[in-house]
């Protein structure tokens, strides 16, 4: 079974959108403009506050 994790190698401040996009098998920079996108248009306290629930959430990749 396929699981997220946060990225080790692929990380800018925790890891959790280079986890996703390794998840996803994607590109990291299109996860992480897609989540500056939501952030910018959702007024920026719901993107700020998502990214800080999921690196408590998502585990590390051991």
Not at 12 to 24: D, L
């Amino acid at each position: 079974m396929n699981r997220i994790y946060r990225s080790k190698k692929d990380r800018m401040v925790a890891g959790v959108c280079g986890g996703i996009a390794e998840y996803f098998k994607i590109d990291p920079t299109i996860v992480r403009l897609l989540w500056v996108l939501v952030t910018i248009f959702s007024g920026f306290i719901f993107g700020i506050i998502a990214y800080i629930i999921a690196a408590i959430i998502i585990p590390e990749k051991e």
